[in-house]
Nanobody, 126 residues
Framework: DVQLQAFGGGLVQAGGSLRLSCAAS????????IGWFRQAPGKEREPVAF????????EYADSVKGRFTISGDRARDTAYLQMTNLKPEDTAIYYC???????????????????WGQGTQVTVSS
């Protein structure tokens, strides 16, 4: 089975930086879309950034463009989310998710991912 482990969250002051990691296992020879989502208390889960392993498009939500950078290391089956200029509104639990590319999931579709990590808390103080 595919398993995802998100880590790297923590407490940071506004304007600071943080890097999240998503370690995956069980992909085998399949190509996967890796997505980062976040969910703040009382709010719906929202898309953040996406990358296709095996080289492919990178997409970002408008709210994080210019501040967040997603990358992937296929050798390590790990995706990263480098977050800079963090804002209090970035506070949320951040989840990584994956879906085989053959499923043709729209990157931003929170319901289109088959596998989810446990999430890691990011708190940005004002």
């Amino acid at each position: 089975d595919v398993q995802l482990q998100a880590f790297g969250g923590g407490l940071v002051q506004a304007g600071g930086s943080l890097r999240l990691s998503c370690a995956a296992s069980g992909f085998g020879g399949l190509h996967y879309i890796i997505g980062w989502f976040r969910q703040a208390p009382g709010k719906e889960r929202e898309p953040v950034a996406f990358i296709t392993f095996g080289s492919g498009p990178i997409e970002y939500a408008d709210s994080v463009k210019g501040r967040f950078t997603i990358s992937g290391d296929r050798a390590r089956d790990t995706a990263y989310l480098q977050m800079t200029n963090l804002k209090p509104e970035d506070t949320a639990i951040y989840y990584c998710a994956a879906v085989p590319q053959y499923r043709s999931t729209w990157y931003f579709d929170v319901n289109g991912y088959d596998y989810w990590g446990q999430g890691t808390q990011v708190t940005v103080s004002s």
